[in-house]
């Protein structure tokens, strides 16, 4: 697209700038390169990519050679620095998560018709265990009602750079590849099953396992590889595991909840003592699972089979904060109380939410929750350091499953 006014000129320009400002930091932890480029078609198009880690929007820009406007989460646009430097400066079109988004595929078009290559990453949220999550079935009448060329790209390696659950920052061999380029006629031709079904297939990257993948040679930042070749000596890392539990919710030795925790290069289990040794490069030690990845499927199914066996579910936390987000992006405090889920409600003190009323749940960074009651009202909750959404993100859509 060819800037047309003095605005669109002032964003081309700073755009190309940071861009450029950020090749030399890119190269040196990701390992990126810039004649590594995706071309994008002439015509402006909806960019579909997998979402792996918290930099993946700077991944991605340094992987194609179009300028792209982001869908990202409402949560940039509640301070209003971060939010003019989000919206009026780089073009981002805010989505809420746990929530329906009618406002935000409306702006997706806007942006397509005057002109714009939007970026969206299709899963909604970032993985927690290294895997792609697959496309809500909705995602294929979205791609076919846009009537706009799609391109999926696929980000391998940026997990191991730093998961969600961590604040572990490592050096990796990350890189975008383009999978596939969609064309209006192409997708009109196809059902929404269909699209998302090849979306799925485009997308799906799973983290390897530790000792098969090229990326397990990868150190901590500071440290440099010799020069002669030879594969540098792993070494676990003395914080490796911290914030392990954000991801890991269930023990498979006693079956309990909300026990696990990290501690250096452990994975330690307070309800019955069991010790897991984390090495940093993706591996763990001794047990019955070998990745996160592994273990997450797992807890998984673990969580399934309490639902489905009619035991009676009752997860707690103490000193959360319940707040309502409003319409401009700012979030109210309603309550401090404890975080109470079972079969028939979630609730925060005296604030109680029967199930059948919420709509959708999810979680934004670490583990803060999000849901909406009835696809209006929006909220979020906060608890203690170490609270995991994950986990009541799980139950609860085990629990909506059930009653299905």
Known sequence: MKPNDKKEQRYFKLYHALKKAAG???????????????????EPCLVVVNH???????????SVDQPLCFVTG?????????????????????????????????????????GHYVCMFAEGNITY??????????????????????????????YQVIPRWSSRLSRGNVSAELKGVYTKEMLHNMTPEEIVARFNQDLYVEQPAAEDSPLAKRICMGKRPSGDGVPIARKTCHRSA????????????????????GKGSKICCSGCGRVWEYNGLGKIEDGRFRTIWQWNRWQMGFVRELVESD??????????RLFRIADDHKRHLCESGILLLNQAKLSVGKHVFPLEKISRMDTRNKGV????VNNEDYYEVSARKGFSGLMYKTFFEALKNTEK
Do not use: Q, W
Not at 250 to 259: I, M, Q, R, T, V
């Open 24 to 42: 030399p930091l890119c190269h040196l932890i990701f390992r990126m390169k810039k004649e590594d480029e995706i071309p994008l078609p002439k």
């Open 129 to 158: 265990d290294g895997a792609t999550a697959p496309l809500a079935p909705v995602n294929g009448k979205l791609f076919g009602a846009l009537r706009c060329t799609v391109v999926t790209v696929a980000v391998t390696g940026a």
């Open 311 to 320: 035991v009676n579910i009752r997860l707690s936390d103490l000193n959360a």
């Open 369 to 372: 929750l999000l849901f909406s």
């Open 242 to 261: 911290k914030g392990i539990h954000y991801v890991l919710y269930a023990c498979p030795e006693c079956g309990s909840l909300g026990k696990i925790r």
């Open 74 to 114: 409402e949560n940039l646009l509640r301070h209003r620095f971060p939010a003019f430097l989000a919206v009026d400066v780089f073009r981002s079109i805010p989505c809420s998560k746990g929530k329906m988004n009618i406002g935000t595929i409306l702006e997706i078009s806007r942006s397509l018709k005057t």
């Open 52 to 62: 792996t880690c918290y930099f993946d929007p700077l991944i991605v820009a340094m």
